[in-house]
């Protein structure tokens, strides 16, 4: 790592103690940015790496709410607006037990890099709490998410921050979120969140748009060695929103999904993965994966080893962070896996990239591959804006021409520094320099 950049990482990693998430999360910037400091040396200059890695805000509250048997119950609140240049702060909120303060960081990091390159005028932000929802009963997460509302509605607007679901917060709870800001404003600001119900305001594509992404960005990446997914084996890990649209969409153009996981194990379908069966357990009946080879005569289920064993062409971890570790790349390499996506956020350790690129294997990190559904969530702010709504085609074609532009600027900009081929290089890169011009535009802020 360049000195410069060492010296500005020592700094986080001193104010930012226990964090690991957040430290990876930088320290992947940082490796790709000494070219950069050597180029435009008005960003050491400027101290704009220490801008950029302090967030604007951090906001940390208590969310007290009561449960069906009538109990008080109390979870941490977060909210980390990182950074405005480019636009209102915009990220999702996740609710899951594993949410503190790096987790959010580490997310809100990414972020704005993540939107930079989608040419869309966003900045980052992230947010969340160590609730459940899953363990909670409709009238039990209805209450939370009005507890939480309550608190964090004060910074939030459509000029200023517009948050969006992630890990546990889906339709059921976006509304729930919405409808207390409603009634707290009085203002119906449709703007104010994304990925709203169709009916009051949401936009079609929304929902698919992250798996739809990935799937779009490998299809370029493919295409730049002169193939594509037509007939190709795909493992999807995870089976929730993300990876349930990747494998849509990958069907969609021909490829053949065989595995898919969640927290519990993972199934091998050799005939495919039925898309309506997975439906119907994730999404209605909120059951677990091993109930799919339960009732498909082809699946096995397995609850040891790794999904990553499975011999296939392109792997896309989906599910979450640091999941994909070198033993998983090494295996994925000996069945010549041609292209690895990120559908999660930075679900692929540092060693398992760094084996990953070595091997040749054509890898996309989440920010790059990853920001259909951040860009899906502009257009869905697009159409609020103009109280107006698109259909289905119109807003896939925006998202398909979104992921294309994104894979040509991080090819490009990978070409001008150096390192053809490189997508990591190529969208830290891009997406730093964009920020960082704006950072300098502003003045000291």
């Known amino acids: 790592m360049d000195t410069q950049l060492q010296k500005v990482y020592d700094q986080v990693l001193r104010m930012n103690p ?46 007290p709410w009561v449960d069906d048997a009538g109990r008080v119950r109390i979870n941490r609140g977060f909210r980390v607006e990182y950074s405005s240049v480019l636009g209102p702060y915009k990220g999702g909120l996740r609710f899951h037990p594993s949410v503190y303060l790096g987790i959010v ?27 459940d929802p899953h363990s909670a009963s409709d009238g039990e997460v209805m209450r939370f998410c009005q507890s939480f509302m309550t608190e964090l509605y004060r910074n939030l607007g459509e000029h ?3 948050p969006a679901g992630d890990i546990g917060v889906g339709a059921r709870e976006i509304g729930y979120l919405f409808g207390q800001y409603k009634r707290i404003t009085n203002r119906h600001e449709s703007g104010v969140l994304t990925g709203k119900g169709l009916t009051w305001g949401g936009s ?69 993965i039925d898309l309506e069966l997975l439906k119907q357990i994730k999404e209605v009946e909120r059951g677990r994966i091993s109930c799919y080879a339960e009732r498909r005569p082809s699946a096995v289920f397995s609850d040891t080893g790794s999904i990553w064993d499975v011999p296939v062409d392109v792997a896309l971890p989906c599910a979450t962070q ?23 956020n930075m679900p692929c350790t540092p060693g398992a990239i760094a084996i990953l690129q070595e091997a040749g294997v054509k890898y996309a990190p989440g920010k790059a591959s990853n920001a259909g559904g951040v860009a899906t969530s502009a257009l869905e702010m ?11 085609e ?10 294309h532009d994104i894979h040509d600027r991080c090819s490009e900009t990978a070409e001008e520094y150096g390192q053809p081929g490189n997508y990591v290089v190529g969208a830290n890169i891009a997406g730093f320099t964009k920020v960082a011009d704006a950072v300098i535009a502003m003045g000291v802020v």
């Not at 940082?30 to 604007?56: H, M, N, Q, T």
């Not at 997310?107 to 969340?128: H, V, Y």
């Not at 990935?214 to 999807?236: A, K, P, Y």
């Not at 119109?394 to 992921?403: C, P, R, V």
């Open 204 to 272: 079609l594509v929304r929902t698919e748009a992250t798996g739809y992404g990935v799937v779009f960005f490998v299809e370029e990446m493919l295409g730049e060695i002169g193939t594509s997914l037509d007939g190709r084996r795909v493992t999807v890990s995870g089976s929730g929103n993300v990876a349930t649209y990747a494998i849509e969409k990958a069907q969609q153009l021909g490829a053949k999904v065989v595995a898919c996981s969640d927290s519990g194990g993972y199934v091998v379908d050799e005939e495919g």
């Open 18 to 63: 226990g964090e690991v998430e957040f430290h990876q999360a930088v320290k992947e910037v940082f490796d790709s940015l000494g070219p950069v400091l050597r180029k435009k040396p008005e960003y050491v200059e400027e101290a704009v790496l220490s801008r950029i890695c302090e967030p604007e805000r951090q906001i940390i509250f208590r969310v």
């Open 394 to 403: 119109d807003t896939e074609k925006k998202l398909h021409q979104i992921m």
């Open 382 to 392: 697009q159409q609020n804006a103009a109280r107006d709504s698109w259909s289905f």
């Open 322 to 344: 640091n999941e994909l570790d070198e033993a998983a790349a090494t295996a994925l390499i000996s069945h010549g896996v041609l292209a690895v996506a990120e559908g999660a």
């Open 160 to 162: 200023t921050d517009v």
């Open 105 to 131: 960081k580490f997310l809100g990091f990414e972020q704005i890099f993540k939107n930079s390159l989608t040419g869309m005028p966003i900045g980052g932000a992230k947010g969340g709490s160590d609730f």
